[in-house]
Each structure stands twice: as structure tokens, then as C-alpha cells.
């Protein structure tokens, strides 16, 4: 069994990141004893937007540490950085050879994202899911971690497998995405239509991992709910309620029953300070951990160790896949 997932490193990390993919890894880890786990820092997506030089460097460095500060271990995870296996590129190649332009404008966050960008869209928006198909069949992963807002972009991936096996030969295996029961969609605080995300430019709504921790007590304290007064779930008529219930189920591992029957007779007031000292609790010790080990050799030993690991996996396969194309000499 093999399991692969990546985040970007376009900005900061988000609470929306933590709960969605990077608390899956962890949970999988140790529920998988038996798995290979891949674990990448997904820097070439990244270039899908502008990123200003210096920013990304430290990103990339800071979401290795943040991975490992977060509970991934060094011995039970190959934890890598994609542009260092050129066959991510190699083999997205082959993707974008084997997918539809119309399947790739039919992504709902190619649509969204350029609704929001007007100019400047770059090519590689528009083909970042070929890119993600690689990252993932280059290792035959059997399970990918991700959250809600990627469903769309693993069904395409496993499409694409299926499409290639089809014509040339069984040679990827098809993967299933893994989900998580809550935390899989958290929303903007501001905004709780809409996603939390790294990218997005108001501060206000998103939590970053790495941020003074009062600064996200607050941004809790003062995020958006409606006028009734009652707590439940319902994500319809109370995003910003059913959001604050959602990621208080994803921190502390209840339910939203469980969470509907505590809350019932307490205000809004009280279900945010304890949410707020639930967000310390949890990330306190993430950041004591991540300060640690930003400037360790630790560090730079697991990402050379994954980068072996990763690449013998990966150029087996692209020589394989090149093999089964006829682009041989
Ligand atoms: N709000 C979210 N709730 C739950 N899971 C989320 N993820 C992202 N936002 C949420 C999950 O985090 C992983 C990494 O995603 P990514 O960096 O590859 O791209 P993304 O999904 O586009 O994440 P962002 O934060 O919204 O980044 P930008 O703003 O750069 O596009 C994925 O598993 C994702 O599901």
C-alpha cells in the first residue's frame, strides 16, 4: 500500500491545510503501519501564480518543517520537494498529453481562480491537474489524502490513469482519495461561503499555522455568524456557526452531535472562546516544534533521504511509461 499527497507552498499555511490534508497524513501514519508514505512539498504548483523569489524559497523550507513539526516522522514518511524528482515534470508531460483541454476547463478551481485573476492567467493554471496526475501515479499511490476542494482534480487523475492503462497497457494503478469525516471544506471566517485559503487577500478570515496565536484567538472571537442565537449545524442558513462547529470537531476528534448537545443552552460568545483556547492547545506545540527544527540538519538529512527515495520510485516509472509510448531509441 502507498499513499502520496502534497500541499503547496503559495503563501502561508492555513488551518484549512492542517485539518484538510496535513492531520490525515499523520492519522494515516499511524493507522498504516504497514504503508509507504510519500509526502512532497508541491513547489512547482506553486509557479501556477506569480511568487516573488525569496517568499517561495522560505515557503518551501518552512512547509518541510511545518510538515514534520506537525507529527509526520522521519522514518515512516519520504518527505521530498517535487522539483527535485524531474519526473514530476516528465511524466506531467505525458499528462497533458493524455487529457482534454475541455476536462481541464472544466475545474471548478481553474474556473474560480480565474474569475478572480482576470490577467495574466498563466498556461500551467489551466494544466495544473495533468501536473497533479503525474505527482501521483509516478509513485502508484493506492490512497491520496486531500481535502474536499481537490475531489475533483483526484477523479480526473484516476480518468487519466484508467485512459492510459486502456490504451497502452495496465500501468498506473488507479488511486482513491481519502477524505476526512470533518475538516474536509473549513471556510473563510470572514466569508463562510467560501474556502479558507492560502491565497486568499483578506487576512482576516484565514488562520495561518505559524501566526501569534493571539492574533487567531482573535480572528476566532470576531468571525462572522448570523443574528439567532441558538448553536447547530446547519451550513446552509448558519455557514459561519456550522463552520466554527466544524473545525472544533476537526481539532478535538467530537462530533458535531456530540458538540450540537454541549452547546445548546451556551452563547456564541462561548463556543468561540473555547474554540480559541481548543486553536492554542493544538498549535501551540505544532510552533514550539516547527522554531526547533526550521534551521536543523534534521531537516535537510529527511529531505535528501525522501529525495532518494522518491527518485527511484519515480524514474523507474517514467522509464516505463516512456517504454509503453515508444519514445525510446
Ligand atoms: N479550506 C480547506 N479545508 C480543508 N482542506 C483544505 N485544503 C486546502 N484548503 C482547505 C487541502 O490542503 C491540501 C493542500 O492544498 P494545496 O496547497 O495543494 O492547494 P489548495 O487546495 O488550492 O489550497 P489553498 O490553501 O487554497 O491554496 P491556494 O490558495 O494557493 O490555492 C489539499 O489536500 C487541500 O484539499
New binding site residues.
Given amino acids: 500500500m502507498r499513499l502520496v ?4 507552498p ?2 502561508n499555511i ?1 488551518l ?2 492542517y ?3 496535513i492531520k490525515q497524513y499523520i492519522k494515516l501514519q499511524e493507522e498504516l503501519k504497514e504503508a509507504e508514505i510519500f509526502i512532497f512539498i ?1 513547489d512547482l ?2 509557479l501556477t ?1 506569480p511568487q516573488e523569489r525569496q517568499a517561495l524559497q522560505k515557503s518551501i523550507k518552512s512547509l518541510a518543517a511545518l510538515y514534520l513539526a506537525s507529527g509526520l516522522e522521519r522514518d515512516r514518511v519520504n518527505l521530498f520537494i517535487q522539483s527535485e524528482i524531474p519526473a514530476h515534470s516528465q511524466l506531467g508531460y505525458i499528462m497533458e498529453s493524455t487529457v482534454y483541454v475541455p476536462e481541464l476547463q472544466r475545474m471548478t ?1 481553474y474556473k474560480d ?1 480565474i474569475a478572480k485573476q482576470k490577467e495574466g492567467i498563466k498556461a500551467s493554471l489551466l494544466t495544473y491537474p495533468a501536473l497533479m496526475a503525474a505527482d501521483i501515479l509516478l509513485y502508484n499511490a493506492d490512497l491520496v ?6 475531489k475533483q482534480h483526484l477523479e480526473l487523475t484516476r480518468t487519466l490513469a484508467e485512459r492510459f492503462n486502456n490504451t497502452y497497457g495496465n500501468t498506473f494503478v488507479v488511486p482513491k482519495g481519502y477524505f476526512p469525516k470533518t ?5 473563510s471566517l470572514t466569508e463562510p461561503t467560501k ?6 487577500e483578506n487576512p482576516k478570515g484565514t488562520i495561518y499555522l505559524l501566526d501569534p496565536i493571539n492574533q487567531s484567538k482573535n480572528k476566532i472571537r470576531s468571525a462572522v455568524t448570523d443574528s439567532d442565537t441558538k448553536i447547530y449545524y446547519d451550513k446552509k442558513n448558519k455557514p459561519g456557526i456550522s463552520n466554527l462547529l466544524d473545525i472544533y470537531s476537526a481539532l478535538k476528534g467530537s462530533s458535531i452531535k456530540e458538540l450540537e448537545k454541549q452547546y445548546q443552552n451556551s452563547s456564541y460568545r462561548e463556543l468561540k472562546e473555547d474554540l480559541a483556547n481548543l486553536l492554542e492547545v493544538v498549535i501551540t506545540p505544532i510552533q514550539e516544534k516547527y522554531f526547533q527544527i526550521i534551521n536543523s540538519k534534521e531537516l535537510t538529512e529527511t529531505l535528501n533521504i525522501g529525495k532518494e527515495r522518491a527518485s527511484l520510485i519515480a524514474s523507474r516509472t517514467i522509464a516505463k511509461v516512456y517504454r509503453k509510448l515508444g519514445i525510446l531509441r
Avoid: F, W, Y
Fill in positions: 499527497s502534497g500541499i503547496q503559495s503563501g492555513t484549512g491545510n485539518l484538510g490534508a508541491a504548483h506553486a501564480v478551481q481562480k489524502p486531500i481535502g474536499d476542494d481537490q475538516g474536509a471544506r473549513i471556510m474556502k479558507m485559503s492560502k491565497s486568499e
